[in-house]
C-alpha cells in the first residue's frame, strides 16, 4: 500500500476573476486532471494565490503555484487555519488502518477520565466528526495554563475531562 500525502493552501476572494493566471510547477503526467482543475481555481475566480503539494509515497508528484496578485512564489510561507484538523484525521486514520482502535470505540476505552459529566457514551467516530456536543468550552479556560508546562501537566486534558456536551448527542 502507497502512502499519499497532501499539502493544499487556499485564498479566496469572493468576486475575484482574472483568467489570465497561469498554473506553475511540475506535475507528472499522471496527474495532469489535478493541474488542470487546480487551473480551474484560478479560472473560474475562486482563488488568488495557493499552493498544491502531493506526494505519492517517497515522490513527489504535484508541485504547482498559483498567483493573481504578485510576489507569489512556490518558497514562499503560507498562512494556513485549521492545519491541525487535517493533521489530526490524517493520523487518526493512519492509526485507524493499523489496528489501533475502531472508529466506533467509545473515547473511554482509552482515556476513562473522559467520561464524566454524560460523556461516557461518546465514540472516537463522534470526536472526528465533531458530533460530539464539545464544540464550545463549558469550564473556565486559563489561557496563562495554555503553554508547553500546562501540555506537560495535562491541563487542558483535565478541562476536557470535565465538560460536559453542551447539547445532546
Not at 493566471?21 to 493541474?35: I, W
Request: proline share 3%.
Amino acid at each position: 500500500m502507497q502512502s499519499l500525502m497532501l499539502g493544499l493552501t487556499f485564498n479566496w476572494v469572493p468576486g475575484w476573476k482574472n483568467k489570465s493566471v497561469k498554473v506553475r510547477g511540475a506535475c507528472d503526467p499522471a496527474y495532469e486532471k489535478v493541474k488542470d482543475e487546480f487551473q480551474r481555481f484560478y479560472d473560474e475566480g475562486y482563488e488568488t494565490k495557493s499552493q498544491l503539494c502531493i506526494y505519492v509515497g517517497e515522490e513527489c508528484v504535484v508541485d504547482l503555484y498559483g498567483d493573481q496578485v504578485g510576489g507569489y512564489s512556490p518558497d514562499k510561507i503560507q498562512t494556513i487555519w485549521s492545519s491541525g484538523k487535517s493533521v489530526a484525521a490524517i493520523l487518526m486514520g493512519m492509526a485507524q488502518s493499523r489496528g489501533h482502535f475502531e472508529w466506533t470505540d467509545p473515547v473511554i476505552k482509552y482515556w476513562t477520565e473522559f467520561g464524566q459529566n454524560g460523556k461516557e457514551h461518546i465514540r472516537i467516530v463522534d470526536v472526528m466528526r465533531h458530533e460530539a456536543g464539545l464544540a464550545l468550552f463549558t469550564e473556565k479556560v486559563d489561557l496563562a495554563q495554555c503553554n508547553t508546562k500546562g501540555v506537560k501537566e495535562g491541563y487542558l486534558s483535565k478541562v476536557f475531562e470535565k465538560m460536559r456536551p453542551y447539547c445532546k448527542t
